[in-house]
Each structure stands twice: as structure tokens, then as C-alpha cells.
């Protein structure tokens, strides 16, 4: 009985081991695919790592030699650039000499705005801005040309300001509204007072006041205490109506040349005619004649400043600068004895 139980004891044993074994076989069996395939993927990354860092090295060295490449055309472009500068510096004018070219630009401009426009707020901002630049440099030689840009100046600080695009403003608007002004002609009288109804009449008397009312019609009695309307022709009033807008066309033409002689005197007529031939009792009109009598009344310069003292001397120092300096004669050769 021993025997067997001992025989199955190392039969289980056996079991056991044999069970024990086949598991470490397998987890060994595992462990060294596990390596195996670890040691695959290693190499396949370091081949891949290798091939990178090959390819990182040709990008490398095509870096360097753009780089070398580039280091060559700045300093190309640096030597290019050194010789640009010292051409410009041997070519470009001197400091006092373009302060001069601006300043003669700058007069230029505003003499052609005095004659042309008559611009004198333009005109005095450009001669103060040419003051102001030879201010800044403030050489000795431009002293007699400040004085004669600040005598320019209170000159033009002097001339009365005149709106021009105001007036020339409210006669656009005066040319608009003339085909909407009524003319005398075509007043009309005051209807007459309703009368109180009559009572309701028949047979001959009704015929009577009928007969009556009729004749009354026909005959109106007026009171004025005003001359009687001139009278136009219907034909007319369109060539009135455009002759009053040429007027006041031509009063505009006049004020943009500074006319003042044609400029008034066109204002006159147009409100000569508007008080002849129109309705002044009608409020367009009433206004329309003291716009104008207002527009007429408006003060303009008789004559524009001149700022040609200022250009001929600005010429004249541009002159002196660009002239060369003159030679001293060589001494002439003893004469020779005979």
C-alpha cells in the first residue's frame, strides 16, 4: 500500500515537472520571439536612422555650399553697394543746393496759383514753407532772399480774404433756382370774398342777379401802389430766364479771374432784370435779389502781390553756386633780350 501511494506521489511529481517544464519552455519560447522581434524592429530603426542621417548630411553639405554661395553674393552686392555710394556722393548735389531747387519749385507754384487762381491762402502757405526750409539750414549768404520771402509774406497776410468757392457757390445755386421764379406777368389777384348765400329766387328776379353777376365779372377794378409789371411775350420768358443765367454765369467767370469791374456790373444787371420782370412780392425772388445785392457787395483785391523779387534772387544765388571759381591769369613771360 506504501508502494503505491509513494509510486503516486512521484507520479504526480513527475506530472508536476513535466507541466512545469512544457510552461518555462513556452514562456522561453515567447521571451526569445519577443527578442527576436525587438532586435528586427531595432535594426530596421537603425537602418532608417542611418539612412536619415545620410540623407541629413547630403542636406547638410547643400546648405553649405548655398550658404558659401550666398556669403559670396553679399559680399558681391557689399562691394556693389560701397561703389553705388561713393558715385552718388560724388554725383548727388550738395545740401544747399537742393534747399535752393525746392524753394525756386515751391515759388514757382505759388506765383502761378496768385495769377492764375488767385489763391493767396495756397500762395502764403507756400512761401512760408520756403522760409521754413532755409530757415533750417541758415546760411549767411540767404539773408537779402529771407527778407524778401518775409516782405512777401505780410504782403500776402495784407490781402483781403475772399471766399471764392462760397460765391462762386451761391451763384450755382442762384443759376438752379431761376426756372423757378414767377414772373410779374403772371401774377394773379386776389380771388374775391365768398358771398353770404341768397335765398333761393324764381321766375324773373333769379334771371336778373343770374344776368347781373355775369356783367360784374367782366370788368375787375384794382388799387395798386406799385408801378404796373412789365409785360414779355410767353416766347419770351425762356430767353429771359436764360439770359439771366448767362449773367450770372458771366459774374461767376469774372469773380474766378478777379474781375471786379465785370464781376459787379453783371450782378447789377442780373438783379435789374429780376426786379423788372419778376414778382418781388414772391418770396424766391425777394431772396434771390439780396443774394445778389449781398454777392455785389463783397469786397475783392484790385491786384494780386508779385513774388518775382523772390524768384530772381533765388535764381541768382542758384547761379552763383553753379558758377565755377574763377582762375587766376598766369603771369605772363618776361620778354627775351636781344
Known amino acids: 500500500m506504501r508502494a503505491w501511494v509513494a509510486a503516486a506521489v512521484a507520479l504526480a511529481l513527475c506530472a508536476a515537472g513535466f507541466v512545469a517544464w ?41 546648405a553649405q555650399a548655398k550658404i558659401a554661395l550666398l556669403e559670396a553674393r553679399i559680399a558681391e552686392s557689399q562691394s556693389q553697394q560701397a561703389a553705388l555710394d561713393t558715385l552718388y556722393r560724388d554725383l548727388a548735389p550738395s545740401r544747399d543746393e537742393l534747399a535752393l531747387n525746392e524753394v525756386e519749385q515751391i515759388l514757382v507754384l505759388a506765383s502761378q496759383q496768385l495769377a492764375l487762381a488767385g489763391n493767396v491762402q495756397a500762395a502764403l502757405g507756400a512761401v512760408q514753407l520756403a522760409d521754413a526750409k532755409l530757415s533750417r539750414i541758415e546760411r549767411p549768404q540767404w539773408t537779402p532772399l529771407r527778407r524778401s520771402l518775409a516782405r512777401d509774406i505780410e504782403t500776402l497776410k495784407a490781402v483781403p480774404y475772399v471766399d471764392v468757392a462760397g460765391l462762386a457757390a451761391k451763384l450755382d445755386q442762384a443759376q438752379a433756382g431761376i426756372d423757378g421764379l414767377q414772373l410779374a406777368r403772371d401774377e394773379r389777384l386776389p380771388a374775391p370774398p365768398p358771398e353770404a348765400p341768397a335765398p333761393p329766387e324764381t321766375g324773373w328776379r333769379a334771371f336778373v342777379r343770374g344776368a347781373w353777376a355775369d356783367i360784374r365779372s367782366l370788368v375787375r377794378i384794382e388799387v395798386s401802389d406799385r408801378p404796373a409789371a412789365a409785360l414779355i411775350a410767353p416766347s419770351q420768358a425762356y430767353f429771359l430766364r436764360e439770359n439771366l443765367r448767362l449773367r450770372l454765369l458771366s459774374a461767376r467767370l469774372a469773380l474766378l479771374a478777379r474781375d471786379d469791374v465785370s464781376y459787379k456790373a453783371d450782378l447789377a444787371a442780373a438783379n435789374a432784370w429780376l426786379r423788372q420782370y419778376f414778382d418781388l412780392r414772391t418770396r424766391p425772388v425777394e ?9 455785389a457787395a463783397t469786397p475783392m483785391p484790385t491786384a494780386m502781390p508779385d513774388l518775382a523779387r523772390s524768384l530772381d534772387l ?22 627775351r633780350g636781344k
Open 22 to 62: 512544457q510552461d518555462a519552455r513556452r514562456q522561453s519560447d515567447a521571451l526569445r520571439l519577443e527578442v527576436a522581434q525587438r532586435l528586427g524592429s531595432a535594426d530596421a530603426a537603425l537602418a532608417q536612422s542611418r539612412a536619415k542621417d545620410a540623407d541629413l548630411g547630403n542636406e547638410l553639405r547643400d
Open 287 to 295: 431772396a434771390l435779389s439780396a443774394t445778389l445785392v449781398q454777392l
Open 314 to 335: 533765388v535764381r541768382t544765388q542758384r547761379v552763383a553756386r553753379d558758377r565755377p571759381p574763377d582762375r587766376v591769369p598766369a603771369a605772363a613771360p618776361p620778354p
